[in-house]
C-alpha cells in the first residue's frame, strides 16, 4: 500500500511557527511531476485544501487564509520526495489534522480540492492556543 508520511505537528501559541513535512515511500509511483498538497480538517467540519505543489515545477498554490503565512516547498531526491508546510504567524483558527495528499492518476483540475487525490497521509495535529 501506497502511504504518505507526515511529521511535525505539534503545539504553539498563537503568532508561533511549525514546519510540516510529508515523504513518499514509493517512487516507483510518484514518478516525473505530480501535485502534492496539504489539507486541514476540524471536528465537524469538511476537509479544507491550505496549499498544493506542482512537485517537479514550481508551482504552487494557497488558500486565502494562509496566504503570505505559510509556504510550501518540494525537495527531490533519488528515492523519493519531500514536501514541506512551514507555518508562520499561526492562529487558533489554524488548528486541526494536517494531512498530506498526492494525485498520481491524473493532474486535479481544481488542486485544492481534496477529491482530486488519491493518496493520502494519516495526519499529523496542529493546536494553536491563544
Known amino acids: 500500500q501506497v502511504r504518505l508520511r507526515e511529521s511535525g505537528g505539534g503545539s504553539v501559541q498563537a503568532g508561533g511557527s511549525l514546519r510540516l513535512s510529508c515523504q513518499h515511500d514509493?517512487?516507483?509511483?510518484?514518478?516525473?511531476?505530480?501535485?502534492m498538497a496539504w489539507f486541514r480538517q476540524t471536528p465537524g467540519k469538511e476537509r479544507e485544501g491550505v496549499a498544493t505543489?506542482?512537485?517537479?515545477?514550481?508551482?504552487?498554490?494557497?488558500a486565502d487564509s494562509v496566504k503570505g503565512r505559510f509556504t510550501i516547498s518540494q525537495e527531490r531526491a533519488t528515492t523519493e520526495d519531500t514536501i514541506y508546510l512551514q507555518m508562520e504567524d499561526l492562529i487558533p483558527e489554524d488548528a486541526g489534522t494536517y494531512y498530506c495528499?498526492?494525485?498520481?492518476?491524473?493532474?486535479?483540475?481544481?488542486?485544492?480540492?481534496?477529491?482530486?487525490?488519491?493518496?493520502w497521509g494519516q495526519g499529523t495535529q496542529v493546536a494553536v492556543s491563544s
Open positions: 495528499a498526492a494525485a498520481t492518476l491524473t493532474g486535479p483540475v481544481n488542486p485544492l480540492a481534496p477529491d482530486e487525490y488519491n493518496v
Open positions: 505543489i506542482y512537485v517537479g515545477q514550481q508551482d504552487v498554490q494557497y
Open positions: 514509493e517512487r516507483g509511483i510518484f514518478s516525473g511531476n505530480y501535485y
